[in-house]
Structures are given as C-alpha cells and as structure tokens.
C-alpha cells in the first residue's frame, strides 16, 4: 500500500518561500508519478506540479514559475519549493501518487487528479503578516 506523508507547511509572511516535502513508501514498483495538489479557500482543487519516476517534471501553466518540483536523495521523496508566497497561496497542499507514467503527458495528471488513487494527509501553509 502506497502511503504519502507531506511537511513543511506553516505560517510565513508574503514574499517569503517555503519547501514543502511528500515522503512516499510502499510502490510495489519503480513506474509512478507523484503530483502536487493544493486547496485553497473559495477554490476547488488545483493541480501544481507532476514528477515521474524517470525524472520527468510538468506544472500547470497557472502555477508555473514560482513553484519548482525536485526529487530527493532519500527513498522516495518529492519537494515543492514555493518562492514568492501571497495570500492567494493559503490552503492545504496534498500530494497524491498514482503508478505509472502516463499521467505525465500533456500533464494530464493535473487535469485529472481523480485518477490519483493514493493521497497523503495534506500540510497546511498559511502566508500573513
């Protein structure tokens, strides 16, 4: 079973920049993608970012460019760094997985994040003064 656990959320003042973490376990195999998500108050969900096992990224054309996806260097882990925060940016971020690298194309993923079986808990980042 595939259990995601985001960090790193928190409170920080608008301009300021946060890296937030999904530690990912449990893949019977080494083909998944993992994506970002993001619900903020008055909005549905927002697709943000998708990284694939094969080292391929791909953002959502309204949050490209302040967002950047990375792996990490331990197991099966995903940051998003968030650069530039605003109100706007307040909510609760989830990362999701699905296997597979299909999801990656035209980013897919993010316009169907339904198809996402596997969700963590979600780490909440509240940007005030």
């Known amino acids: 079973q595939v259990q995601l656990v985001e960090s790193g959320g928190g409170l920080v003042q608008p301009g300021g920049s946060l890296r937030l973490s999904c530690s990912a376990s449990?893949?019977?195999?080494?083909?998944?993608?993992i994506g970002w998500f993001r619900q903020v108050p008055g909005k549905g969900r927002e697709g943000i970012s998708l990284?694939?096992?094969?080292?391929?990224?791909h953002y959502s054309a309204v949050m490209k460019g302040r967002f950047t996806v990375s792996r990490g260097e331990a197991g099966i882990t995903v940051h998003l760094q968030i650069n530039g925060l605003n109100a706007e940016d307040t909510g609760a971020y989830f990362c999701?997985?699905?296997?597979?690298?299909?999801?990656?194309?035209?980013?897919?993923?993010?316009?169907?994040?339904?198809?996402?079986?596997?969700w963590g808990q979600g780490t909440q980042v509240t940007v005030s003064s």
């Open positions: 999701a997985a699905e296997y597979g690298l299909g999801y990656m194309a035209d980013g897919w993923g993010l316009r169907h994040p339904d198809e996402f079986d596997y």
């Open positions: 449990g893949f019977a195999h080494g083909q998944w993608t």
């Open positions: 990284i694939s096992s094969d080292g391929r990224t």
